[in-house]
Each structure stands twice: as structure tokens, then as C-alpha cells.
């Protein structure tokens, strides 16, 4: 658990340093770094078609996703393949699959966003807090922030697959479920990073000089030092994304996902075609291909903004 720890204060570390010597901003370098770093280009790639078809894949669906359309020929041992019509063939069901591919990806990406906000807001609040009152409060400010840190290792040091298959089976299955439980599961990460980033900040010169006007520390730490240490967390959320849709996906195969099935989503296809990987092996390849392609889009941008932020990297 160290270890992990230990990895995410160093990403926090990333906002210490906020231009370079020929007064070029951290956010104006990190671009151009990723401009010129091919697998940025191609991660920013996978994303821009998979961000279009989850927008207007519902629209370019020739079929219904819900619509039983071919469940007449649907038999023991046969599920139609690709066809003319139906160029996935059929579901188990008797469903058009590409339509419920297209239609499913709006489902991944909704939940990899909204799961991804609920950590980095909970996380940011925990760690703004915790940088805060390390930085600026003084001794109740250390016994704050050592009070905060300490839950946070403790949600750090549980595997989070297994914490969030936890909170899933309390809550019940469902949707929003997979949500909250993904959610959770990056909050201690976001809150250890904004915190380490803040203490960093709360070290600075410019700190320093604001505290001897008589600058108010809440106005310090709101102002000033919170700004310029959003950077690590921006890397990370990016990285969440990918993690987030995987983590779904894992709960969704689990049972603990939308018990809905006329409602596709990538992770509860994949788990709905296990009873027919002999008959039709490309119900489960097809959402699988989805959602792995999806994550390294996500997982090449963010390593490429990571590397770009890396002031060891910018020298």
C-alpha cells in the first residue's frame, strides 16, 4: 500500500512546477509536448469516434436495440451471424447486435463520465480540505488533514474491484449503482493527489509573499494554491475514465450492473453472451473489443499528458 501511496504523491508533485524558464505556461508546454507525441494523437483518435458514436450511434442505429426482430430464427445451438441486413447478425434474443453496439456506447460512456465526476468531486473536496488544512492550518490544520489521509490509506489499501463489487451488492443492482460504486472507488485517488499537490504549492514563494501581506488563507489556499494544483488531477481523471469503464464493465459481467437488457450497454453484452461463447463466440468479442479499445484510447492520453506535465520531462 506504501507503494501505491507513495506513486500518487510523486504524481502530485506535478503541479510544482507552473512555466519554464523562458516564461512559457505549464499548460501552453504540456500541449505541444502532446501535440508531437504520436500516441497522444492516436488515443485523442479512438476518442473522437468513440465520443461521436456515443452521441449519434441512436441515430445511425438501422434497428431497434429492444426489437426481437429474429427471434423466429433463433434455436438451440444456432444464432444467425452476419448478414446483408444485419451486419452482426443476431443476439441471443433476436436482437440487431450492431445496433445495440451503437446504441450501448452512449450507456459506457455515460457511466465512465458520471462515475469519473463523482470521484474526482468527493476526492477533490477530501483533498482540498486535507492540502488546506496541511498547508495553511497550522497544528489543528496537521491534525486535520492526518485524520482525513488516514481514512483515505485505508480506502487505498482495499483492491478496488473488491470494494466496488461491495458497495454494488449493498446498494442493489442497477445503473446508477455501478455509478456510485465506481465513483467511490477513485476517491481516495483523487483526494491523496490534490492534497499532495497543495502541500507542494503551500510550500511556493508566491505563498509565502501573499501570507505576508495579510493575505487571508482561505483566500490563499481558494485563489491561489488550488488553481495551480489541479494539474496531476486532470492527468488523473483522464486515466479514471479508462479504469472506470473497465471497473463497469467487470460489475455489469458480476450481475450488478442494469438488470435491464433492453437497455445495451457494453459490459452487461459481454456478460449476457457467456451461455453462448460455442454458438456465437462475436457476441462477447465485439463488446469486449469495444470496451478495450475505449480504455487504451483514454490510458494513451492520459500517459501522454502525465509525461507531458512531468517537469523532470520538460527540462
Do not use: C
Not at 29 to 37: K, L, M, T
Not at 94 to 107: E, H, I, M, N, T
Not at 220 to 227: F, N, S
Amino acid at each position: 500500500m506504501s507503494t501505491k501511496t507513495d506513486k500518487i504523491d510523486r504524481l502530485g508533485e506535478l503541479s510544482a512546477a507552473k512555466q519554464d524558464e523562458h516564461g512559457v505556461s505549464l499548460w501552453t508546454e504540456a500541449f505541444r509536448r502532446v501535440r508531437r507525441n504520436p500516441s497522444a494523437l492516436v488515443g485523442v483518435g479512438i476518442l473522437v469516434i468513440f465520443v461521436l458514436v456515443a452521441i449519434v450511434g441512436p441515430w445511425l442505429a438501422p434497428y431497434s436495440p429492444s426489437e426481437l426482430m429474429g427471434i423466429k430464427e433463433i434455436r438451440p445451438g444456432v444464432i444467425p451471424g452476419p448478414s446483408a441486413e444485419h451486419l452482426l447478425g443476431y443476439d441471443h434474443n433476436g436482437r440487431d447486435q450492431f445496433s445495440r453496439l451503437l446504441v450501448g456506447a452512449r450507456q459506457t460512456l455515460l457511466v465512465g463520465i458520471v462515475s469519473t465526476l463523482i470521484g474526482l468531486t468527493v476526492g477533490a473536496l477530501v483533498g482540498g480540505i486535507a492540502g488546506a488544512a496541511a498547508g495553511l492550518g497550522g497544528r489543528v490544520g496537521r491534525a486535520v488533514d492526518s485524520v482525513l489521509m488516514r481514512i483515505v490509506d485505508m480506502l487505498l489499501a482495499l483492491p478496488s474491484l473488491l470494494l466496488a463489487v461491495s458497495i454494488a451488492a449493498l446498494l442493489g443492482a442497477s445503473l446508477t449503482t455501478v455509478m456510485i460504486a465506481v465513483g467511490v472507488v477513485s476517491v481516495p485517488v483523487f483526494a491523496r493527489l490534490l492534497r499532495g499537490a497543495m502541500v507542494v504549492q503551500a510550500n511556493s514563494d508566491y505563498v509565502l509573499a501573499a501570507t505576508s501581506l495579510g493575505v487571508k488563507r482561505t483566500r490563499i489556499a481558494i485563489g491561489h494554491i488550488l488553481p495551480n494544483s489541479l494539474a496531476p488531477v486532470i492527468v488523473q481523471a483522464t486515466l479514471t475514465l479508462a479504469t472506470a469503464i473497465i471497473e463497469a464493465a467487470a460489475l455489469s459481467f458480476l450481475g450488478l450492473g442494469n438488470p435491464d437488457s433492453a437497455t445495451p450497454e457494453w459490459g452487461l453484452m459481454l456478460a449476457e453472451a457467456q451461455p453462448y461463447l460455442d454458438t456465437r463466440p462475436g457476441l462477447a468479442i465485439y463488446p469486449a473489443l469495444g470496451i478495450i479499445i475505449t480504455a487504451l484510447g483514454f490510458t494513451l492520453l492520459g500517459e501522454a499528458l502525465r509525461e507531458a506535465l512531468d517537469p523532470k520531462l520538460r527540462k
